[in-house]
């Protein structure tokens, strides 16, 4: 299906963060109003809130985590928006990404100029038992769920499939991890600022003081081969192929185009977006792919122009370390069947040819689920605008893709950003 482009163009003028993490002592209020005034801060001109015309809030599920529906409203009063046109959208773990697309289509139907997204997940005030349940309701729970599927089962199933049908090597998931942790330790918004060395390095401290034989683990790797540092969960995803249960807000302001640079010097610009959707996963004729990626993927790259080649950076979805994998081949980084093979040859790294997830991913940076997605342009504005600190990536970049994933893949929202100078 060909993909033509809107028929105004829409821009990001703003964008901001809580940190991601588990917050006991925070409503789920008090990070959307951190990420709101994060994102007053990385504007260079002066936000005026009245001129908000409409908010988005892509959110999960906080009548299941926080016994609160009906929640775009009252976060709206809560921020000083109150009247404008506030919507909650739900896609699972893709609201986020699906929020930002929703806005921009509106600011592309003329509707509105000015809209803020936000995305926004408070998860950890739940026992695991009472999240995995919360979770589940993404799949199909009138055939999965009952059948004893979780998300690291499904992910797992994928894992399994993916490494019968290419041959992949389990280390290049741990090569995964090591690498976004390594990312997310340079991070101070990500719920891990350590890399798996330091990680191993404070378990084998802890076990000095607790009076019990340090562990020999000499490398990262060597840790993370071991189930007593790092147990199973569903083989085979081990607990640091798993993104973490957080807390979380994030926040980007969307314009029309032709008024971005009222709102900011140095706006980047939404060029290309696509989505799409697929059943549960017994429905599918692969387990080793996600075929919704794979053309949300493409519809962006129509309508951006583009293909993989010009894509300077991605945040991509790595739920996972698995799913970070199949990321890189449905969105054509790497051939199928190759995906691990980069991975473990350093090829997403910060200095490989195709950087992946600069910020950490949601398996350093954190995963509160509806936020995820828009924290995705938070670090794609940071590398387009060369202010991303230590893990800033050289070359100048000035295109950004994102990768958001809803449930075990059935629905994708793909969007490019591009800055202009």
Sequence with gaps: MSKSKWSRGVAVVGVGMSKFGAFPNKTSRDLAVEAFKDLKKSMNKPLDPKKIEAFYLGNFSSDQFEKQAHFAPILASW?????????????ACASGGVAIRQAALAIASGEYDVVLVGGLEKMTDLQIAEITEALG?????????????TFPGFYAAMATAYMHEYGADRNAFFDVAIKNHKNGALNDKAQFEQTIEQIMEAKKARAVKKGRPEPTWKT???????????????????????????????????????????????????IGSGQASDGALPERETLSGIPAAEKAGKQAYEMAGLTSYDIDLAEVHDCFTIAEIMASEDLGFFPRGEGWKA????????DGEHPINTSGGLKAKG?????????????????????????????NPTIGLTHNVGGSGQTCVVNIYERRD
């Excluded at 189930?227 to 029309?256: E, H, Q, R, Y």
């Excluded at 689920?369 to 070359?395: C, F, M, N, T």
Aim: proline share 8%.
């Design 367 to 395: 995963h509160p689920v509806g936020a995820s997605g828009v924290a995705q342009v938070v670090e794609v504005w940071k590398q387009l605008h060369g202010i991303a600190g230590e893990r800033q990536l050289p070359d």
């Design 220 to 270: 990262d790797l060597e840790f993370l081969q071991d189930p007593k540092g790092n147990p199973n969960i569903a083989w085979p995803m081990t607990l640091f192929d798993c993104s973490p249960v957080s807390d979380g807000a994030a926040m980007i302001l969307l314009v029309s185009e032709d008024i971005a640079k009222a709102f900011s010097d140095s706006p980047i610009y939404l």
């Design 79 to 91: 921020l000083g928006l109150s009247p404008i046109s506030a919507v909650r959208v739900e896609d």
């Design 343 to 350: 991975a473990m040859d350093g090829k997403t790294a910060r």
């Design 137 to 149: 309701t993404a799949a199909d729970t009138q055939f999965e769920i009952p059948a004893g599927f």
